[in-house]
Structures are given as structure tokens and as C-alpha cells.
């Protein structure tokens, strides 16, 4: 998120890797250097922003392309990209026109996508969610029967015991916040509005086993900027920064707010409870657009410490090295986890949220205060990793983290696999792409 531009004056998004890619492919039997593990049976499946028409205002506002390799008995069975087939899409509408705001339809559908109750939701937090097929195929718009009337946030929190999917709404107009829930078959069984003094943009939660958390920071919208057609967001230094903390499936009344350090988080970590304390480990902005939308902090791991009997809160920091796009387990979501994921700069380099500069990915241990990582190169730029574990009963890091990683020698992209339990080692498997994925926003392991 960056200004530069290149000979042919394009912006950052539009440019080298971030430029998007003509066409939908389908290809089978991919080639493959190193070997799948056997046990890495399902769907690896990534978002990102891909404009139909080749150009957009932001790298937020392009359409959705999701990008999949389904992995079978040691074969990478299959690699697909589709477009999220959207109103806005089909429509071909401005995402930045209020009316296109205001349509839950009419989703971007660019930023996420998670598995549900045997279903696949492609993400974008001021829409509704859209239903894929196991091939990626669009299946339509989803309110849950008519019962779901705010946007439903890109990052929800499934948790690992119940199988409940935590979200939320947020919005420019009141309610601006509203806390859901699905159950285990995929129906909303709650709602609750929140109170909060203005419209925030609150990108991201978390839970615990007993609680749903929510970040009202300092980044607030502007109705003026909307109705020019500018990106309506900017930092509010007299908006304040709090936490709130609630119970599960509780109510507007339950909340508690605790005051922290003005900031940004666009991504935690994890949260979880130890005894009366409620602890976040999050990747913390100091400041986000304060003059312009490419006027922020670098993303650094911080940890906070709410304690529920005292109502005393710490802020430290746990690392001095950048990072982007934090991931643990998706069986610790909400349980104390140890270890954690991340990209981050090379040695040397600070990237903060570009992703075309070389970088490596970083394995957090929170219990030694340590990290690892696993450089991939001086002409290699990763995206997100996310982990699958080696089964049911595997430890916390015993598995493979996977994600994307562009080569910009060759112009070209591979699915590459790593042995989470040792980010020194070279890479399990390399997954060779038909052509290069762009780089993109969120992603997930879908087991099955």
C-alpha cells in the first residue's frame, strides 16, 4: 500500500505481481518438485483482489478471484481460479459508489475465504458472504433466510470445540456494530448490537473460549469522502482506543471496555483466557492513514493483558521485526496457543505491508519469546501460510504450513510447503502454478 509507480505509471496494485491475470484456468495433475505429504488431503484455497476490467482505485476494491489446488494421496489433483461472480461483478459496479455500499450483494467478495458446516464463503467485510462450490464455483449470496441485515465481517472465528462460527457487521450507519453467531449446522442463533461512539472500521475480532472480543480504534469513516468517491476512511485522533470484551452469545449490556494506547490492529494473533486475565497477542499498527492512505506504521507483535477482577491492562511489545498476516492452529482459535505464523521482511529489509519486496515467513514460539523463519530468497515474495496440521491428534506444530510464493526471477508462482515443526528446512513440496497468482489477502485449509 504503497505510492510508487512504474514506467507505465501504474499504481502498486495494478503492477508486477499485484497486476491481475486475464482468465479463469482450470488444470489437473500439476508438476511437482519434492513430494506432498499424504496426509494433506483437501483444498488450499486463497482470496485476493483481481478487477475484471484490469484497473481499480485501491488494491481493496478489486473483484474477487479465489485461487485453489485441491491436494489428493500425494497429487495436486487440481488448480482452479474463478472470479466470485457477485452483483458487483456482474453488474459491473463501482465499489466506491455509496449505492454499491449500501447493497449486501453487492460484495467484492476479494478478501477472505473459510469452510463452514461442509460450505466454502468467500469474504469482504461490508458485504454479505458468497457460497462456493468444491470447484470454486459461485453458488449465490447468503442471509441465512433474510435473517442476516449487516455486512458479515472477512474474518469470523470458528471455534475448535463447538464449531460455532463467531462474526460480526460493521458499518457507516447505525447499528455500526452488530455481533452474530452461527451454530455448528450453519444457522444464525444470535445478534446482538454493540455500542460504539461512531463508525470504525473494525477489520478483524477475536474470541476465547468464553468471550468475543472487539477492537474500536482510531480509524473512522467519512461520509464526505464517500459521497466524492474517495476511500472514506482515515485516522481519528480524538476518536480514543478501546477493547471490548463480552461473553459469548451475550448482549450489548455485557460488555466491558478497557482503554489502551491509541493504534491499529488489522490482524491478531490469537486470544485466550488465564484466570481472570484475558490475553491478546495481535499485530499492532501504531497509526493508519493519518495523512493519506499511504501514511501508516509498520505492523509489530504486541501482547495485551486485560485482567478481568482488577481492570488493569498491559501493552508489550513481543518482537522488533515487522510482520503481516498472523496465523496459529485453527485448533487453538480461542485456546492458549504457543506457536504462531507470519510473513515478514528479509534480514536487512523492513517491507512493512508491501509484499513485492523479498521476504521470508516467520514462526512465532510465544512460550520462549523466540523466532524462526524460513528465507525462501532474494527474488521470492510469500504471502500468507496458514497451517494444517498432520492429523487429528498432531501437536500444535506438528504439520505443514503452506501458502504462495512469487518468484520474481521467474516470473512465476508455486504452492510451496514447509514442516511447520522446522522452518530451516527446505521446503517439503513445491506445487508448480500454471501461471503466476497474483498477490492476495486470506486463505485457508479445508481438510476433506
Keep these: 500500500m504503497a505510492s510508487e509507480t512504474t514506467s507505465e505509471e501504474k499504481p502498486f496494485h495494478l503492477s508486477g505481481n499485484y497486476a491481475p491475470v486475464p482468465d479463469e484456468l482450470t488444470r489437473f495433475d500439476l508438476p511437482v518438485t519434492g513430494a506432498i505429504p ?56 463501482d465499489a466506491m459508489d455509496p449505492a454499491t455500499m449500501l447493497d449486501r450483494t453487492a460484495s467484492a467478495a476479494n478478501t477472505h475465504v473459510v469452510g463452514h458446516a461442509g460450505r466454502i464463503l468467500a469474504l469482504e467485510e461490508g458485504h454479505f458472504p458468497y457460497e462456493l462450490s468444491g470447484e470454486l464455483e459461485t453458488l449465490g449470496c447468503e ?36 455481533y452474530h453467531v452461527l451454530d455448528a449446522k450453519g444457522a444464525l442463533v444470535h445478534t446482538a448490537d454493540i455500542t460504539v461512539p461512531g463508525p470504525t472500521m473494525m477489520h478483524d475480532f477475536m ?24 476511500i472514506p476512511l482515515g485516522w481519528d485522533p480524538d476518536y480514543g482506543a478501546r477493547i471490548g470484551i463480552m461473553p459469548r452469545m451475550g448482549k450489548d449490556a455485557d460488555v466491558r471496555w478497557f ?22 497477542d495481535v499485530g499492532r499498527h501504531e497509526y493508519m492513514w493519518r495523512e493519506s492512505m499511504n501514511d501508516f506504521a ?34 487453538a482459535v480461542g485456546l492458549r496457543h504457543r506457536y504462531g505464523w ?14 513485492d519486496t523479498p521476504g521470508v515467513v516467520l514462526k512465532y514460539d510465544l512460550e ?7 528465507d525462501f530468497g532474494p527474488a521470492a ?23 504462495f510464493v512469487y518468484d520474481k526471477a521467474r516470473d512465476a508462482s508455486d504452492l510451496v510447503i514447509l514442516d511447520a515443526s522446522d522452518m530451516s528446512k527446505a521446503p517439503v513440496a513445491r506445487i508448480h502454478m500454471p501461471r503466476r497468482v497474483p498477490h492476495g489477502f486470506h486463505g485457508s485449509w479445508i481438510r476433506g
Design 38 to 93: 499424504p496426509e494433506l488431503f483437501g483444498l488450499y484455497v486463497r482470496n485476493g483482489a483481481n478487477p475484471k476490467s484490469g484497473t481499480s482505485s485501491h488494491w481493496f476494491m478489486g473483484d474477487g478471484m479465489v485461487h485453489g489446488i485441491r491436494l489428493e494421496s500425494g497429487r495436486a489433483v487440481w488448480y482452479r481460479n474463478r472470479y466470485v461472480r457477485t452483483t458487483k461483478l456482474e453488474r459491473d459496479l
Design 143 to 178: 442471509s441465512y433466510g433474510g435473517r442476516l441485515e449487516t455486512a458479515f465481517t472477512a474474518h469470523p472465528k470458528l471455534c475448535p470445540e463447538t464449531n460455532e462460527l463467531h462474526f460480526f457487521g460493521y458499518g457507516y450507519l447505525a447499528p455500526y456494530l452488530v
Design 207 to 230: 474470541i476465547t473460549r468464553d468471550h468475543a472480543i472487539f477492537m474500536d480504534l482510531p480509524v473512522t469513516f467519512s461520509l464526505e469522502k464517500a459521497m466524492k468517491g474517495e
Design 259 to 280: 482503554e489502551i494506547d491509541p493504534c491499529y490492529v488489522f490482524h491478531p494473533m490469537n486470544a485466550y483466557v488465564e484466570g481472570d486475565k484475558v490475553i491478546c
Design 298 to 331: 509498520p505492523s509489530y507483535l504486541y501482547r495485551w493483558e486485560f485482567d478481568l477482577a482488577t481492570g488493569k491492562v498491559s501493552e508489550r511489545q513481543l518482537d522488533d521485526v515487522s510482520h503481516g498476516f498472523p496465523r496459529v492452529d485453527d485448533r
Design 342 to 355: 507470519a510473513v515478514g521482511p528479509r534480514p536487512g529489509a523492513d517491507s512493512g505491508l508491501r509484499f
Design 368 to 374: 520462549r519469546g523466540s523466532s524462526t523463519m524460513h
Design 381 to 403: 515474495q510469500p504471502g500468507e501460510f496458514v497451517f494444517a496440521e498432520a492429523s487429528d491428534s498432531a501437536a500444535e506444530d506438528e504439520g505443514y504450513a503452506l501458502g
